[in-house]
């Protein structure tokens, strides 16, 4: 193994056991919070909670055992180095992922009475269905077309997020709004990284395919292909590209899933849309 890749996986290896370690943390944190928090809010902080540990074990997963699903390539040989297995766990996590943010939207939305945040809280999840459809097809038959297509659905569900969280405005207390504006920033950031390098690049290997006159895969063979043992591969320069994203899926987006289940309980405000009263008591908070 390179020595690039070998400092790469053992960044992953121990960002693994960090996340683990700090998911563990938090639900001892959201437990001794119990009393304190309204049941209606602390059972979706719970729900947060596990959708996170699905979430952290996922990627703690793809940390121990990286794959890139269209090339067929992985870090070892092992019983689980299939691409249909590291695929199958990314789905479940992802979903989860985007299920967490779509309960903080519907908390947030209800509780501000923000109509833009409850229609994003719905349309979220569906819209991760239909991007994990077009991964899958991207998978099966080796079309990286599918892939940007699936990280452009990712990208504007963070817009749609980013534009349900700026649609609270001043409607919650002062001190939500650093959660708010977290958020968007986050999102921002996101998307600008989707935007400048992740869709790009797969979209620069779709014209690179089209233009060697590679066949797309029927997908009949593409579920045997990934059915077997994937390829490993440890030449640098066959990960070198997939590492800033695979790398950022690993680290941030694990810490802002842990971070979740503890966003401040979002109470319905006092005053009128726009007045930036304080909100109400945490035990007024609407049932998610």
């Known amino acids: 193994m390179s020595g690039n890749l070998l400092i790469w996986w053992s960044v992953l290896r121990t960002a693994a056991v960090v996340n683990v370690a700090a998911w563990t943390i938090s639900a001892l944190l959201l437990s001794r919070r119990r009393t304190v928090l309204p049941p209606e809010v602390y059972r979706t902080r719970r729900r947060l909670l596990w959708l996170s540990a699905v979430y952290v074990l996922g990627c703690g997963f793809r940390s121990v055992l990286p794959m890139v699903d269209v090339p067929r390539i992985c870090l070892h040989d092992t019983l689980l180095s299939h691409i249909f297995v590291g695929r199958s766990v990314a789905t479940v996590a992802e979903l989860c992922f985007a299920v967490q943010w779509a309960l903080v939207l ?7 009475g923000s109509g833009t945040a409850a229609i994003v809280a719905r349309v979220l999840v569906p819209l991760i269905v239909v991007a994990q459809i077009s991964c899958w097809g991207a998978v099966l ?10 990280n452009s659905l990712w990208t504007l569900a963070a817009v749609l997020a980013i534009a349900g969280f700026a649609s609270l405005g001043s409607r919650l207390g002062e001190w939500r709004r650093g959660v708010i504006v977290a958020a968007i920033v986050c999102g921002a950031a996101y998307v600008a ?11 620069a290997r779709w014209q690179a395919d089209l233009a060697a006159g590679r066949e ?73």
């Open 106 to 112: 519907r908390e947030a939305g209800a509780a501000a």
């Open 141 to 150: 038959t080796t079309n990286y077309l599918l892939h940007a297509v699936e």
């Open 193 to 203: 990284f989707m935007t400048i390098v992740d869709v790009p690049m797969y979209l």
């Open 216 to 288: 797309l895969l029927p997908l009949g063979d593409g579920l045997r292909e990934i059915l077997r043992r994937c390829t490993v591969t440890r030449d640098w320069a066959a990960w070198r590209q997939d590492v800033p994203w695979l790398t950022l899926y690993f680290t941030f987006a694990v810490w802002v899933s842990i971070a979740l289940p503890h966003v401040p309980a979002f109470a319905r405000a006092t005053g009128a849309p726009g007045t930036g009263t304080r909100a109400d008591a945490p035990a007024q908070v609407a049932a998610p």
